[in-house]
């Protein structure tokens, strides 16, 4: 999730209500904590441009810096995240309606609740999945 590599997203609620004030206390892992313990290299903020499986070589670039670079790797894991969930309902694309997923969206939602007098919240349990 861009510059994240876990956080509490339950957390975000709280965070935008200010029952979490510090924006520190979402994140649940850093790429330094993925080094130190398991001795594994996360890079966030990269697009993967191209995969060669012969050589075990990818091409990346840094979306930050725009910088392009091959990596070698031992074992590849592709994690291509999700998106969410819309319904079909008219309006969706009206300024003001916002989906709730990511740090960067809990942010955008909190900077305009000074300007906000009522709000709707809508979730939907994915059946099945635990997930909801």
């Known amino acids: 999730m861009g510059s994240y590599v876990s956080f509490a997203n339950c957390g975000l609620p709280y965070f935008i209500g200010d029952v979490i004030v510090e924006e520190e206390k979402l994140l649940v892992a850093t790429p330094a904590l993925f080094e130190n313990r398991f001795n594994i290299r996360v890079h966030t903020d990269t697009e993967v441009l191209s ?21 070698h790797y031992d074992a590849l894991v592709l994690s291509t995240g999700s998106k969410s ?48």
Do not use: F, M
């Not at 989906?99 to 979730?123: C, F, H, M, N």
């Open 85 to 132: 969930v819309w319904p079909d309902i008219k309006g969706l694309d009206l300024p003001g309606v916002h989906v709730l997923r990511t740090i960067p969206d809990s942010r955008q939602i909190k900077a305009q609740l000074e300007t906000i007098q009522r709000a709707v919240v809508y979730g939907r349990r994915l059946s099945g999945t635990g997930i909801g």
């Open 51 to 71: 995969i060669d499986r012969e050589q075990q070589r990818i091409s990346v670039c840094n979306l930050k810096t725009s910088k392009q670079r091959d990596e």
